[in-house]
């Protein structure tokens, strides 16, 4: 079942914001701000959020998709969702 | 165009996140400004100076550290487009400098050759099987000195792909795309590597994400600041060098001597940190944001928090190529089960990449009890610290630990990883005993 690009994102940046940067606003969070090569997620949390995504959106990542090319911002990750759905 | 910032804890920094294509974005971040250009030139030179009158350090690095200011003079002010081919080849032309036309050609040479069976049009089982090759024939030369190579090849070739190779590989399996001869020589061949023996196990896709993810004169002050912190560390590095009294149970007869010399062993890291710090500074003056490296290690509160600031660029190495694949094909088992194998398997190989990194140094196989002993402890008590950490996740968040608790388990874990460090350095572990013990007798 295909499913909305942007409630992915949507979904993704409450989760993000309310965990990891607790306080700070959820419009600020854009879609290319990055995670991993800024710091926000370090392994650790990496793993927190891919068990997220596969429980919220119903998908399975490989270790390999969890790298920085498509797992360090919330556009990347909502593709990599979107396209795990079958929705592309 | 909108932008929106967002504070990140972890850098303590805003980051300017602008709705634009990363390449425009990337163009934007280059634009340049002859006054905050001559700020960061007038600190580079005042660097240099530093460099010359405290001779920091051996040989080449004054020559190196000449080249790479002078190459950031010129790569500042040219096009975009040409930066990074401006970069390759001043890299270049500093090998040639600081290790010979041969040895220079030969590193450059073999590395093309890669490039290119890496780009051949076949599966990649198939690159990888040729890869393999020659790295077997390369690995057959260091053990015999063979070829009629000259010594200076093996140590300086090792430092550049004995494991930064490992990573582009495991890039090249799941990439989208090929990267490009310049993507490829940027991420092999930066010019400090061609002095830097110990050279931090950079992540490709890393370095093309962060190339100019920020404004160039944010990026080099951050590599300046780091350059500054570094040369620090290697002066007092010196002056800990000079005065470190030998540390073996004959000169050791107090128990002030057992103490403090296990601290100035544990320091004698200072110039291995200092040259990190230098290293990911330059990188930084031709647009790679790379992360901090080695962030007040010496503060860490435990040693799952030493092992994540120490040197974070294995850490991620590590993790990438073995931690995550490990955890991954467990987890469905057991969470926790795939973290202690997965923490488990990164120790283990952490130990065995020693040995085959001394291998390419040195040209023989590192084993001994201490080095043994010190990854094994290290090992197994990040995993008892780790899941104590998750046993204590709720309360954590709920309760965190006051001033107090906090300058004790940072006293504790800096006393705890002196010792070990201590037996690390050791020639033998009887050795190691004596010192501990010998000084009772006065």
């Known amino acids: ?88 | 165009m909108s932008t929106a910032s967002i504070t990140l804890p972890a850098a303590g920094s805003k980051l300017k996140a602008a709705a634009v294509s990363p390449a425009e974005r990337r163009l934007a971040n280059a634009a340049t400004d002859p006054l905050k250009f001559l700020a960061l030139a007038g600190q580079l030179a005042a660097v240099l100076a530093v460099f010359v009158v405290f001779r920091v350090d051996e040989g080449g690095f004054l020559r190196m550290a000449a080249a790479t200011c002078g190459a950031f003079l010129v790569h500042y002010w040219l096009p975009f487009r040409w930066k990074e081919p401006w970069w390759i080849a001043a890299s270049w032309g500093g090998a040639v400098v600081l290790l010979g036309p041969v040895v220079a050609g030969l590193i450059i040479g073999i590395g093309l050759a890669i490039f290119a069976v890496l780009a051949l049009p076949i599966a990649f089982r198939y690159r990888l099987a040729l890869v393999c090759v020659i790295g077997a024939a390369l690995i057959y030369g260091r053990a015999t000195l063979g070829f009629g190579i000259p010594w200076k090849f093996w140590p300086a070739f090792g430092a550049i792909f004995m494991f930064r190779l490992v990573i582009y590989l495991y890039d090249l399996r799941f990439a989208k795309g090929r990267p490009s001869l310049q993507e490829y020589c940027a991420y092999f061949f930066p010019l400090p590597n061609f002095y830097f023996l110990l050279f931090p196990v950079v992540d490709f896709q890393t370095l093309r994400r962060t190339f100019y993810q920020r404004d160039i004169h944010a990026i080099a002050q951050q590599g300046i600041g780091w350059i500054v912190r570094g040369t620090a560390q290697l002066c007092l590095y010196r002056l800990i060098y000079q005065l470190k009294p030998a540390f073996t149970p004959v000169e050791v007869t107090t128990l002030w001597q057992l103490l403090s010399g296990m601290v100035l062993v544990y320091m004698l890291y200072l110039r291995v940190s200092g040259h990190f710090h230098i290293i990911v500074g330059f990188l930084h003056l031709f647009g790679y944001d790379l992360p901090e490296t080695h962030r007040r290690y010496l503060l860490a509160s435990s040693l799952t928090d030493f092992w994540r600031r120490i040197n974070i660029y294995w850490k991620d190495f590590m993790v990438k190529v073995v931690y995550f694949p490990v955890f991954f094909r467990l987890r469905k088992r057991s969470q926790t089960l795939a973290q202690v194998v997965a923490t488990a398997a990164v120790f283990v190989v952490t130990w065995a990449t020693h040995s085959y990194q001394w291998f390419w140094f040195r040209g023989d196989i590192l084993f001994t009890w201490p080095d043994t002993l010190f990854w094994g402890i290290l090992g197994a008590l990040v995993i008892v610290n780790l899941l104590i950490e998750q046993g204590a996740d709720g309360q954590r968040a709920a309760s965190a630990p006051g001033p107090v608790r906090r300058v004790v388990q940072t006293a504790a874990t800096f006393a705890f990883i002196v010792v070990l460090w201590s037996l690390w350095q050791s020639p033998s572990v009887g050795e190691w005993l004596d010192v501990l013990t010998y000084w009772q007798a006065g």
Do not use: C, W
């Open chain 1, 1 to 88: 079942m295909s499913i909305d690009v942007s409630n992915v994102k949507e979904t993704l940046r409450q989760f993000i914001v309310k965990t990891y940067l607790p306080g700070e606003s959820v419009e600020n969070l854009q879609d290319d701000t990055p995670l991993r090569t800024s710091g926000v997620l370090d392994s650790m949390a990496t793993l927190r959020l891919v068990s997220f995504v596969e429980k919220e959106f119903g998908i399975e990542l490989e270790a390999h998709e969890t790298g920085i090319e498509t797992f360090d911002t919330v556009g990347g990750i909502a593709d990599l969702v979107v396209q795990k759905r079958g929705g592309r």
